[in-house]
T-cell receptor, first 112, second 114 residues
Framework: EDQVTQSPEALRLQEGESSSLNCSYT??????LFWYRQDPGKGPEFLFT???AGEEKEKERLKATLTKKESFLHITAPKPEDSATYLC?????????????FGKGTKLSVKP | EAQVTQNPRYLITVTGKKLTVTCSQN?????MSWYRQDPGLGLRQIYY???????DKGDVPEGYKVSRKEKRNFPLILESPSPNQTSLYFC?????????????FGPGTRLTVT
């Protein structure tokens, strides 16, 4: 069964303390891997798409990377406004068109 | 403003009383999806639509119906709601197959079935 696991479930950082979130998946290949940010009481908001191992994308303090079995979301010098739940999602090769599998998310809290 | 709207935002109903949650997007997107989000289970896809009159089941379709008669609208229908359908529901749209394209999510509908 295709699965995606995110770790840690929750992460508390001090402002400026860099760290990484992990998303690992158990499929032989994927069409795309996505990172979304979700604020409390709101719908997820798109951050990045990665398609092949070795690919990296950056946006402000966030950088997403992809290997054959996992993706990392690196947060450099986070600020309190980066506090949110970060979700990863993917569609495996052979999966139904349009069918995404989401992880349970990592809840990030950044304290000033 | 490009957006996905859902109505109602909050709904409390009783078991067996049919209800519809509406979803509309103003971006002329081909794809639309419905998800439910439950604590400890994450986001799970209920149904998705690739275009008008084309829909397919996601991971948890039991107890739900959808229709896509117009490109902009994708209502979610619960014919006979049950307490296990109490959840937070999100509608999403994307320009192309969400396997390759970012999705835009609505603000969510919190449903309670008693």
């Amino acid at each position: 069964e295709d699965q995606v696991t995110q770790s840690p479930e929750a992460l508390r950082l001090q402002e400026g303390e860099s760290s990484s979130l992990n998303c690992s998946y158990t499929v032989s290949g994927l069409r795309g891997l996505f990172w979304y940010r979700q604020d409390p009481g709101k719908g997820p908001e798109f951050l990045f798409t990665l398609y092949s191992a070795g690919e990296e994308k950056e946006k402000e303090r966030l950088k997403a990377t992809l290997t054959k079995k996992e993706s990392f979301l690196h947060i450099t010098a986070p600020k309190p406004e980066d506090s949110a739940t970060y979700l990863c999602a993917f569609c495996p090769y052979g999966g139904s068109q349009g069918n995404l599998i989401f992880g349970k998310g990592t809840k990030l809290s950044v304290k000033p | 403003e490009a957006q996905v709207t859902q109505n109602p935002r909050y709904l409390i109903t009783v078991t067996g009383k049919k209800l519809t949650v509406t979803c509309s997007q103003n971006m002329n997107h081909e794809y639309m999806s419905w998800y439910r989000q439950d604590p400890g289970l994450g986001l799970r896809q209920i149904y998705y639509s690739m275009n008008v009159e084309v829909t397919d089941k996601g991971d948890v379709p039991e107890g739900y119906k959808v229709s896509r008669k117009e490109k902009r609208n994708f209502p979610l229908i619960l014919e006979s709601p049950s307490p296990n359908q109490t959840s937070l529901y999100f509608c999403a749209s994307s320009r192309q197959d969400p396997s390759f394209s970012e999705q835009y999510f609505g603000p969510g509908t919190r449903l309670t079935v008693t």
